[in-house]
């Protein structure tokens, strides 16, 4: 999802508010200064409260970031099931799908930062681990979905689903990552054009073994 790009007047809130109120400002923050924005003292100032409401809610800004991590990438995949909803057969779901990931919503060069930002914490936060796997494994668990369902309606050998998923969206993020470093590479129909492609590979049977 767009990163909000505007500030908030401080008032009083509700906790969960408040906490939505923070991941939101946090990742302006990494969207504006990448790991700069990591600091406690610059978010609080993004959201206009103070320093020790972060302590509050979080514990730690690692716990922070781990949150808007999750919320970000589980935002992201329910932007995308929704385009998939409006859709008929299988066949046109996954191909909803597909067109959803270069749709702007999510080709937004804005959050290039912030995802960087994310993958490097994996490794090094248990917290930031938690969350990719939250978010990754539902956005996986759609993909995978679509693909079986796009299996049973076609009659398609596709005998390891799981895969295909790994291997779609592998390809995805590298096309998403390679746009967001230089647009002038190709454009989202170009990407789009890609990705049907490997649909097609798959309806010739290429994950049947």
Known sequence: MPVETDGRKFRRAEPDERRDLLIRAALRCLAADGYAGMSVRRIAKEANVSIGLVGHHFGSVEQLIAEA???LALELTTSLRAEVERAGTPGERLDAFLAGS?????LDQTLLGVWVVFWSLISHSPA????HQTGYGT????IEQLLRELAAAENLPLSQPRQAAIGLSAMLDGLWLEWCLNPSNFSADDGLAICRRWVRGLRAGVYGD
Do not use: D, G
Not at 139 to 142: G, K, R, S, T, V
């Open 139 to 142: 956005y996986l668990q759609l």
């Open 128 to 131: 930031v681990q938690q969350a």
């Open 102 to 106: 270069f749709s702007p919503l999510v």
């Open 69 to 71: 991590y999750q919320t």
